[in-house]
């Protein structure tokens, strides 16, 4: 067994062990926001590992970020982008609009306009104050497309695209 799996296998199973305490995971995770928020990413990556793994959307979001952008991490596009996707299976808005993206410029995935309307739609109808914003970007991508295309996407944001495992995934800590 790998030192990644194997330490992959000992996060998981400290996340585990979190999971009957909701405010653990809270407190874990605003833990993990203050650090990166002083621009302690080593610490804000080693904070939201384990919850990621455990399945916090929000901290799977946050590694998404951080790999996309090599912060705390080493920059890693398909880390990147499976984090997002674990995130935006749970619907978090947030990182529905960064795979979104994504797909828009082939970061991590494979370019594809109608994956990158479909992952743009679902997070604008779960926008918050971004979502002015969200839509013209969206709308920017549904440009790309041809009618039918428009239409195949519409029909997949409509009945959810379809579920794509996230984990595991290496991630080279």
């Not at 998981?12 to 909701?22: D, H, Q, R, T």
């Amino acid at each position: 067994m790998s030192v990644a799996r194997m330490l992959f296998c000992a996060l998981v199973a400290l996340a585990v062990s979190l999971a009957g305490a909701p405010g653990v995971f809270a407190q874990s995770l605003q833990a993990g926001m203050n650090a990166a928020a002083a621009r302690n990413y080593v610490r804000a990556a080693e904070i939201f590992l384990p919850l990621a793994a455990a399945g916090d959307a929000r901290a799977q979001a946050y590694l998404g970020f951080m790999y996309q952008r090599g912060q705390g991490v080493p920059q890693n596009y398909v880390v990147s982008a499976a984090w997002y996707r674990c995130s935006a299976n749970q619907g978090f808005a947030n990182a529905q609009y960064q795979l979104g993206l994504m797909y828009d410029k082939g970061q991590g995935v494979p370019q594809d306009y109608i994956m990158a309307y479909v992952w743009l739609n679902l997070a604008v109808a779960g926008a918050g104050p971004e979502r002015e914003q969200w839509v013209r970007v969206r709308d920017a991508v549904l440009s790309k497309l041809t009618l039918l295309e428009r239409q195949t996407a519409q029909l997949l944001a409509f009945s959810q695209p379809p579920r794509q495992s996230c984990l595991p995934i290496q991630t080279g800590l």
